[in-house]
């Protein structure tokens, strides 16, 4: 989901970018340097930020830098994919790169471009730190090429905290409670889901959003990473697994506001306002940790976050069971390997990095020693927590399948599919059938 990367990459990449000068000079410590020369100098950082997300990241890194004898040399770009690859084509790569996508980054590394990060962190304190999964985003045969540095999760639902709790809804923990809360909303008058697909020429991501959570549930990540890979057809009993969980939600009568007709013209930043009104015209809305942000959710909503906005985690597909979750973030990685940069990736990966970024926007920490009181309220506190809890990590899968998937026929037929445009048999051989063949 490409496209809406654009949207949330400003908000994430704004929460990283306000990374502030008292957190840089306080993490915890890493091993020494392993390469020649002084850990002092200019370190190249290219990244795919731009306007104030840019100069809200600079002015928070330069002063740190500047106390550690570092000279940071921005190279922001807003077509990082391609330029990344162009620039290691002409052997005129960056120190570091923070990829917004992990596939670029270990294609990179396939072809030796990117140095391997174990000798390089303290990878015994990451694995006991870090989210479960979140090391496997950017690792292969043992060597981990790139750490996320910021993480966003989209394993939500989100509900309206005051009628939530006065109707005396309790959260689900599996999908068969999930479906069987559906019907229980459903029963008392209202539409169980808030649900819309609209996002102009990105019409549809929210709907791979929602197969992609219900294969990662029902299959596992190593079969959704096959997916992703295409040694798993669309066309597969997992898929249509996922699907017709999808449907039991999405197409069964009463079960969304607006009906199953209105999905795909329903705009996903503001389809889950109704939640808010007085008398609330749908309970549950999945999205992305972005959602409950200004911008997206009502604005007096979102002054009163911890009294207004419930969430909870999408269940695992049975009660106690593996229950990973999908999300995306920010993969800090070395081109360049020389003491200096070495020294930056250190300390994206220490316990305090990002403690007053925290504090002032959506910004989530990958580590779960974290000290949670850094988080600005409770909603972020319990998004966090959620991910922390997680058995693994998955990233957003459409960013990882080829483009003329990913964000091109996945989106496409999942749109023509919910609007009845097409039936989903049609519509899983059409995406199998746009797969590049090489």
């Known amino acids: 989901m490409r496209f809406h990367r654009s949207s949330i990459a400003v908000l994430t990449a704004a929460a ?25 100098g200019t370190v190249e950082i290219m990244l795919g930020l731009s306007g104030d997300g840019l100069e809200n990241f600079k002015a928070s890194v330069d002063p740190w830098a500047a106390e550690n004898g570092i000279t940071i040399k921005w190279s922001p770009s807003d077509n990082f994919n391609q330029l990344i690859n162009t620039r290691v084509q002409g052997n005129d790569v960056p120190d570091i790169a923070m990829f917004p996508q992990p596939g670029i980054l270990m294609d990179l590394a396939d072809r030796g471009n990117v140095t391997p990060l ?15 999964g979140t ?43 999930l479906l069987a809360l559906t019907d229980e909303i459903k029963a008392s008058g209202t539409a169980p889901w808030c649900l819309g697909i609209e996002s102009g020429a990105g019409t549809g991501w929210p709907a791979t959003d929602w197969m992609e959570e219900l294969v990662l549930k029902h299959g596992g990540v190593d079969q959704y990473n096959k997916w992703l890979a295409g040694e ?90 593996d229950n990973p979750i999908e999300g995306g973030g920010d993969l800090a990685a070395i081109l360049t390997d020389s003491p200096a940069a070495q020294k930056v990736i250190q300390y994206l990966s220490s316990e305090n990095f990002g403690a007053s970024s925290a504090q ?16 600005p309220n409770e909603l972020t506190k319990n998004i966090a927590t959620i991910a922390y809890g997680a058995t693994a ?9 080829p483009g003329a998937v990913g964000s091109g026929s996945f989106w496409r037929d999942m749109t023509s599919w919910i609007s009845g445009q097409e039936d989903l048999d049609a519509a899983l051989k059409n995406i199998d059938a746009s797969w590049p063949s090489s």
Request: hydrophobic share 40%; with cysteine; aromatic share 12%.
């Open 360 to 375: 002032k926007g959506t910004f989530i920490s990958p580590r779960t020693d974290f000290d949670l009181s850094n988080y």
């Open 135 to 177: 090391l496997d985003v950017a690792a292969k045969d043992g060597e981990v090429y790139g750490l996320l540095v910021s993480m966003n999760v989209k394993s939500l639902v989100f509900y309206p905290k005051v009628a939530w709790d006065a109707a005396g809804w309790k959260t689900p923990e599996s999908i068969p409670e």
């Open 16 to 40: 990283v970018a306000t990374l502030t000068t008292g957190c840089l000079a306080s993490g915890s410590a890493a091993p020494a340097a392993s390469g020649s020369g002084t850990s002092t």
């Open 393 to 401: 990590f998955a990233f957003d899968g459409s960013d990882a399948m």
């Open 118 to 132: 174990n000798d390089i962190v303290d990878m015994a304190d990451l694995e006991a730190n870090y989210t479960a």
């Open 232 to 321: 798993l057809k669309f066309d597969s009993d997992l898929v249509r697994q996922a699907a017709d969980t999808f449907a039991q939600i999405a197409f069964t009568d009463g079960n969304v506001l607006g009906g199953r007709s209105s999905i795909a013209s329903n705009n996903f930043g503001t389809a889950g306002n109704p939640m808010f009104d007085s008398q609330p015209g749908c309970y549950m809305y999945k999205q992305g940790n972005f959602i409950a942000s200004p911008g997206f959710f009502p604005d007096t909503v979102i002054a009163d976050a911890d009294n207004q906005i419930g969430v909870f985690g999408f269940p695992a597909a049975t009660a106690g069971g």
